[in-house]
């Protein structure tokens, strides 16, 4: 059993930065690739970008792709996503994910969950 611990959110304004983590525990962490969605209020949860498990391959959604950076530290046990040129629209709770499958953007194939940590950027 996977825990995942996000960290990181806060209040920014448009144009600015962030930089999440997700500390996981209570696995081989390189055995799993992680993922990061999103879920605006009355939305579905978003695809934004997910690594595999070595950390050598990666994939973004268009609407972050250019402004984001998704990468893990296995000695660490922590995946981070970067975000910058933030929008009002990237507002979310924003929630990583694990899976031993493949580095999917579906979140179905994810097995295990964080609780999430909200952005919330100001226009």
């Known amino acids: 059993q996977v825990q995942l611990v996000e960290s990181g959110g806060g209040l920014v304004q448009a144009g600015g930065s962030l930089r999440l983590s997700c500390a996981a525990s209570?696995?081989?962490?390189?055995?799993?690739?992680m993922a990061w969605f999103r879920q605006a209020p009355g939305k579905e949860r978003q695809f934004v970008a997910a690594?595999?498990?070595?950390?050598?391959?990666?994939r973004y959604a268009d609407s972050v792709k250019g402004r984001s950076t998704i990468s893990r530290d296995n000695a660490k046990n922590t995946v981070y996503l970067q975000l910058s040129s933030l929008k009002p629209e990237d507002t979310a709770v924003y929630f990583c994910?694990?899976?031993?499958?493949?580095?999917?953007?579906?979140?179905?194939?994810?097995?295990?969950w964080g609780q999430g940590t909200q952005v919330t950027v100001s226009s």
């Open positions: 994910a694990a899976t031993t499958g493949y580095y999917s953007g579906n979140p179905g194939q994810y097995d295990y």
């Open positions: 209570g696995g081989t962490f390189n055995n799993y690739a």
């Open positions: 690594i595999n498990g070595s950390g050598g391959n990666t």
